[in-house]
């Protein structure tokens, strides 16, 4: 008896181990298959594999908290939605929030909590379909002795890493993005004293730390540092302003590279077109390769740059010279550039991610005779600029119809209906995927192609998710009762970057892909999970992938000899 229960048990392991065999060995098929079908040439959208990278690029800089009548702030959103935006830079001072005694989230003007008007513009943003970027800084009043600048940092760090988990916490699921101070390479933004990157770093640490405690799936930005040549401190070896070069390799010295998920940079174009080079001299565009390359130097080149402030200003041609400090060009250059410099980015930096223009509509608070006024890209009364139309014609391209390519979960392309949480998943494709197991949720993709891959990780816990190509079930897949058709993602191991097949063949013309989430209909599984990698659209023949699955199912069976229920049933057990 006893040997045959040792029999019994070596007998599941075997059928475990040539069940994952068999998996990775169709995985591989199905992988090979799809390489052999895609299309080479220039109009194959590469996969972006650096993490935050394929993503809506366009975003811009608001400025919502200064806002006092709410049908501005839905105006606001909905130009900026109107125009194929996906990101909104806002700023969440935290001498607003907690602006009296820590832990006291209280307005005394208003008599109400201190986060009311902050959520108000959460839900607003929710509303308009546009993401947050939450800039995290100006401290109050008590977390100092000297308030001589407000912009200085609190003088016990641990009072702004307290503040960040109260935000990260607050808006779990709803704001992914935190960024972490502003320009801390410059007065007056580190405060009456010399500028310190160790410093920062250590401030850095901290936010970090109490970010991912908050939320273990925010991503947390590094401060953007403004581009300058530098300004010496009368002191010896100490800076009123750092160049932002030497400024970011001395916090890489300092430890930075363990702190922040990504590298926030500014890139003003001044009076250069976006394609100019780079030089360590001069203030351009193309500055930001520098920075790269200091992240390439210290092993960093996994994480992506997003642009905090990007832009040119289109001041009119009589303005005073000595007012202009980011140089001038004419408007239809200004609209011209900004399109032109995302273009650039997208096709030759595949570490680029989202580029936020400074800035989409101020609330009146900068008059004309400044040259800040002029970057605007939506005038006070909502008069739209020439840039508002070229980046309207720019953006909405990338969100109607995509043709051969890998697409991320992130994609602006790929739309998300229902309940989708993102997370952060080292194993995934690109480092992230999106689930889901509420039933209803949908992913939705609009393509020109013949071939239609899902990429995914499979589980213990995967569901079924229905199918279906311009409103009809797609024909080489299974169908439920309901006659839809499906693809189940239970596997009774974890498998990651899955390739499913889902269309094969189709015409080559516009097509509508719709997954759904169903209801838990999957008797094998233990739940209802769907996770979305990704999805790759391909033209051209293969070899038909059913015959490919029926040669590794006949592998497990001849292995093993067939699967009784009962051992079927204990190898899901010993799986989960």
Known sequence: MRFSRIRSQARLWLLLLVFVAASALLANMLMTLARSA???????????????????????NMFLDREVEEWKLRKTLEMASDAGLGWVKQQFPWEEIEPVQKGEFYDGRTRRSSWEKYDRIVDLCEEYGLQIIARLDRPPDWTREDNTYKERPPDDFEDYGDFVFA?????????????IWNEPNIFPEWGNRPVDPAEYVNLLRVAYERAKEAD??????????????????????KWISMNEIEFLEEMYKAGAKNYFDILSANAFGLDSPPE???????????RVVFLRDIMERHGDAGKP????????????????????????????????????????????????????????????????????????????????????HAIKEAALVLQRLVGPGFYQETNP?????????????????????????????????????????LIATLGPKGG?????????????????????????????????QQRI??????????????LTVLERANLASAGNLIAIDGLEITRGERPSLPYASAAVLALVVVATGGLTFREWRLLRRRAR
């Open 38 to 60: 895609r299309a080479s040439g220039p109009d194959y959208h590469a996969a972006r594999l650096i993490p935050n990278t394929d993503v809506n690029p366009f975003g811009a």
């Open 167 to 179: 935000f990260v916490d607050r808006y779990r699921g709803r704001i992914k993005y935190v960024q």
């Open 305 to 388: 740059i997003w642009f905090n402030e990007y832009g040119w200003n289109a001041s009119p041609e009589d303005f005073p010279e000595e007012q202009l400090v980011w140089q001038r060009v004419g408007e239809q250059d200004q609209a011209d550039y900004t399109v032109r410099g995302i273009e650039y980015a997208q096709e030759r930096w595949p570490w680029a991610g989202v580029f936020n223009i400074w800035y989409f509509r101020q609330v009146g608070s900068i008059s004309p005779d400044s040259s800040d006024y002029y970057f605007r890209v939506v005038d006070v009364d909502f008069t739209p600029r020439l840039v508002y």
């Open 413 to 453: 392309a790929l739309v998300l209906n229902g309940d989708w949480d993102a997370v952060i998943e080292p194993q995934a494709s690109g480092e992230a995927q999106v689930l889901s197991d509420a039933g209803g949720s949908t992913a939705t993709l609009s393509f020109v192609g013949e071939n239609a891959d």
């Open 216 to 237: 273990p799936n925010v991503y947390v930005l590094s401060a953007p540092l403004a581009i300058t040549l530098g300004q010496e401190h009368p002191e010896p070896g």
């Open 464 to 496: 079924r998710l229905a199918v279906s190509l311009d409103k009809h079930p797609v024909d080489n897949l299974p169908r439920n009762g309901d006659g839809q058709s499906y693809v189940d993602l239970f596997s009774p191991v974890r498998r990651w």
């Open 276 to 286: 100019e080079a780079s030089q360590p001299r001069v203030l351009n565009f193309q």
């Open 501 to 514: 097949p889902l269309v094969y063949q189709a015409d080559d013309a516009e097509h509508t892909l719709v």
